[in-house]
T-cell receptor, first 114, second 112 residues
Framework: DAGVIQSPRHEVTEMGQEVTLRCKPI?????LFWYRQTMMRGLELLIY????????DSGMPEDRFSAKMPNASFSTLKIQPSEPRDSAVYFC????????????FGPGTRLTVT | QQQVKQSPQSLIVQKGGISIINCAYE??????FPWYQQFPGKGPALLIA?????SEKKEGRFTISFNKSAKQFSLHIMDSQPGDSATYFC???????????FGGGTRLMVKP
């Protein structure tokens, strides 16, 4: 398996623009997680899905952030409008609900909002 | 209640030495404690994990020590190598769901 796939790897955008980050989890995994990593706040869980259903979105910073999982093989994290303070590395991770509890992380998307 | 506190923030160790990173938690509902290793430009990857019914787990040069009564756990890296230079995160999983709460991370540098 290719592992968790994220795109784009780097995104530079201007304040006020819409940003969409994409994630393809490992096939067969039924949990999907979105994290944000910054120097100041470390690794924060934004939202996670189980069987395509959002379970906990309490980590989503504000209404400008939204996430969807239309099917088992695809998820998006959207920021609209983007702000400079959204600059961070965004990771997607996936895992199984039984057996190993390991979360497999993607390579991340480095977002820069100018 | 969900917080996991990690120390130190950074650590410099000579090659061959022992690296020790500590974590503490408060939530007694945590039931799984993994350590993740992250290299620059990469996503975190699971290094080793422990459940609270075990006090120690060893995999190669990496050992987790777990103290349930003190709500503390630590990662020991024996015979540290320059290739171990990375950022290490402890984490804890709430048994009410499948989400992980991560510590703040420790940047380890092993000098040759």
């Amino acid at each position: 398996d290719a592992g968790v796939i994220q795109s784009p790897r780097h995104e530079v955008t201007e304040m006020g623009q819409e940003v969409t980050l994409r994630c393809k989890p490992i096939s067969g995994h039924d949990y999907l997680f979105w994290y944000r990593q910054t120097m100041m706040r470390g690794l924060e869980l934004l939202i996670y899905f189980n069987n395509n259903v959002p379970i906990d979105d309490s980590g989503m910073p504000e209404d400008r952030f939204s996430a969807k999982m239309p099917n088992a093989s695809f998820s998006t994290l959207k920021i609209q409008p983007s702000e400079p303070r959204d600059s961070a590395v965004y990771f997607c991770a996936s895992s199984l609900s039984s057996g190993s509890l390991e979360q497999y992380f993607g390579p991340g998307t480095r977002l820069t909002v100018t | 209640q969900q917080q996991v506190k990690q120390s130190p923030q950074s650590l410099i160790v000579q090659k061959g030495g022992i690296s020790i990173i500590n974590c503490a938690y408060e939530n007694t509902a945590f039931d799984y404690f993994p350590w993740y290793q992250q290299f620059p430009g990469k996503g975190p990857a699971l290094l080793i994990a422990i459940r609270p019914d075990v006090s120690e787990k060893k995999e190669g040069r990496f050992t987790i020590s777990f103290n349930k009564s003190a709500k503390q756990f630590s990662l020991h890296i024996m015979d540290s190598q320059p290739g171990d230079s990375a950022t290490y995160f402890c984490a804890a999983r709430n048994n009410a769901g499948n989400m992980l709460t991560f510590g703040g991370g420790t940047r380890l540098m092993v000098k040759p």
